[in-house]
């Protein structure tokens, strides 16, 4: 490295100004303004949310930037293998500890690996630091120019190319389960199997400090980190509580595969169905009423016996009453009703047989479809209820309806049960989280795969709003 003020770069060597336009391609970042400082042994990258994660053998470092100056509302999510950990002394001669890490350095046509430490510049106009041990031998620093080599613009975070151009890099996962089944187990295992590192969070012991500055999630005595995203598979019992934990990763911005407007939403069964009416989707006729005056109305809306009664806190098939005639559909009634519990009527449609259709919907997408048969004597097919499993071809119209299903609760995942009727699909049920277990065995996908490509893609820096800067 040589430099002068006044002397010209001889045409081998590579003109530097104080000041340069930079690429960070392994981290995702296409256009950084670099101050040039060989009064500083060490490159510094500006970072905040620096967290550490992954293994003891292998560590990694999670880290947010704000590539432009002025703009908190462009934030690039990073990740890296953590080189070392060292103190640096700063301008201002205070000794920080910093994490190092590697990545490749882009100025015009030239590339090479440099080491980084991270720290928080958020007062500097330049977001990177080059130090003497980033610059090559064969680079000339001009110290009274800037931007020698060819510029580069804050535009790019404003196109699509920030996106495309975002390296895959190891996510940090939480799974909200209380329990270690199958579904769980899958996530966990092929999280770790594409690098990521995944985490089992029991959603009851989470808790939640609410406040307008700094919304947080804590569990057992300490403040949960930044996950890049959230996988909720929360039971029944406690939808209330889990979609509030919920709430507050989105509050905190982090991605959640299913939100919380949509499972509580397909935990109640008459918002469902409100919700799918709202929506032209077609299901079996339904009607709710809550005096026990209105019983024989009820059954009239609906049709002619048999008819199904459901109790809207029903899950896995229990709750769930087949009621052959008039009379055995009102005495169902009434001791539903006896109990104070919330139920819906529905027809039932006899040409099912036994049998619906689960569509596996991740991304907008049907991914995967199963039909599933009741055991013998059982109208209801639930895998949990001893019924079978095997895979089916589904028409356009079955599909159709079911990613319309899976938009309209918003969820990313969602398992859609259909019933083929003479009339069309209908729709009996959108689960917010459902198993995997019985629809890999039958379809022989790897859909705990499928869904972490989806969050793969939507984890990746999203464009912004042009903006004109000052300079």
Known sequence: ?????????????????????????????????????????????????????????????????????????????????????????????????????????????????????????????????????????????????????????????????????????????????????????????????????????????????????????????????RYDAVIPRIGASVTSYGTAVIRQFETIGTFCVNGSEGITASRDKLHAHQLMAQHRIGMPNTAFASSPKDTDSLMRLVGTAPLIVKLLESTQGKGVVLAETKKAAQSVIDAFRGLRANFLVQDFVKEAAGEDVRCLVVGGKVVAAMKRTGADGDFRSNLHQGGTAKVVRITREERDVAIRAARAFKLNLAGVDLLRSETGPKVLEVNSSPGFEGIEAASRKNIAGMLYDHIEERVRPAPVRKRKLAE
């Open 1 to 225: 490295m040589i430099m002068t003020d006044d002397i010209p770069a001889t045409p081998d060597l590579i003109r530097f100004g104080w000041e340069e336009w930079v690429a960070l391609p392994d981290l995702g970042l296409p256009a950084l303004r670099a101050k040039v400082d060989t009064g500083a042994k060490t490159s510094a990258l500006h970072a905040f949310d620096i967290e550490t994660f992954g293994s003891v053998s292998a560590p990694r470092v999670r880290f947010t930037i704000h590539p432009i100056p002025g703009r908190e509302d462009l934030v690039i999510a990073c990740s890296a293998a953590i080189i070392d950990r060292r103190s640096v002394i700063s301008s201002n001669g205070e000794s920080e500890s910093r994490y190092v890490i590697g990545s490749t350095l882009r100025v015009g046509g030239e590339v090479w690996p440099i080491e980084i430490t991270l720290t928080n510049r958020d007062r500097m106009n330049s977001r990177m630091l080059l130090g003497r041990e980033a610059l090559k031998d064969h680079i000339t620093i001009v110290a009274t120019d800037r931007f020698c080599q060819p510029e580069l613009s804050y535009d790019v975070y404003s196109s699509l190319e920030v996106r495309r151009s975002a390296p895959p890099r190891a996510l940090r996962v939480a799974v909200l389960s209380r329990e270690n089944n199958y579904s769980t187990r899958r996530l966990v295992e092929e999280g770790e199997a594409r690098g990521h590192t995944v985490e089992v969070i029991d959603t009851t012991r989470c808790y939640m400090a609410i406040n307008a500055m700094a919304p947080e999630v804590h569990y057992d005595g300490k403040r949960l980190p």
